[in-house]
């Protein structure tokens, strides 16, 4: 079983990632895409005098969120493409700075998961598109209301007006939910459908996209290897996913 080992940790180059939006004081990116990880481990191994701003871990095996060491410098984490479930309830403090998280392409059907991120104080960009609970009727208001410092959901900036709307329906906080903010908090998604087939309108769309070729499938994952944007990573992991450009 692949595993996060200090020898892979150590072989692993980072580098310095300079176009990264809504992410400041760029730094060094550890990157462990596609080396099919289930688990998160022995973090703890990199050395103390190493800032690492970035996690990379996209395209892998990982089920559970979490098991993190505290690592103050890490500002961005790129976890899309695996099969995340689960949330540690205190994965906040393991990554008490984090601001930019994308989760795309992941299995979370549940806002109880989702809870966990809200001890994240300066969490301001996150990314769940392709994941059961966007499926959710009510889904982006109740995200928002979820996790009040966010200014990027899924690409859209976050409005004032969706706030206010979110505090209406849900409640001013945790503290003050409302029946409907309750009854949402304990939703799951049906996962008995890929959240990719969609509705009428999804079909339409399909119509009239562009169907990858295998020539177009090999460009885009390398241009994926060297994305460094969120908005990059999810619009040409979305073509991957679907087929389709």
Known sequence: MPRITPQLLHSTASHTLTHFPHT?????????RSHDIPVIENLESIPSNINISTIDLTNNAIVTLG???????????????????????????????????????????????????????????????????TETRGYRLFVIWLLPYL????????GLSEKNEASELYGQDMNHITSLGKSMLNNQAETSQSVSQGGDG????????????????????????????????????????SGYV
Do not use: H, W
């Open 151 to 158: 200014k990027v959901l899924d690409g859209a900036k976050v």
């Open 24 to 32: 400041p004081n760029l730094g060094l990116t550890l990157t462990l």
């Open 67 to 133: 098991n993190f060491p505290v690592m103050n410098s890490v500002q961005c984490l790129l976890t899309g493409r695996n099969r995340i479930r689960n949330i540690q309830a205190d994965i906040s403090s393991q990554l008490p700075n984090l601001n930019s998280l994308s989760l795309i392409g992941n299995k979370i059907d549940s806002f109880k998961e989702l809870q966990a991120l809200s001890g994240f104080k300066k969490l301001e960009t996150l990314y769940l598109t392709g994941n059961a609970i």
């Open 202 to 241: 999804d079909e339409m769309m399909e119509m009239i996209k562009k169907k990858l070729t295998e020539e177009d499938k090999l460009r885009l994952k390398k241009e994926l290897m060297q994305a460094t944007s969120l908005a990059e990573i999810e619009k040409i992991e979305e073509a991957l996913r």
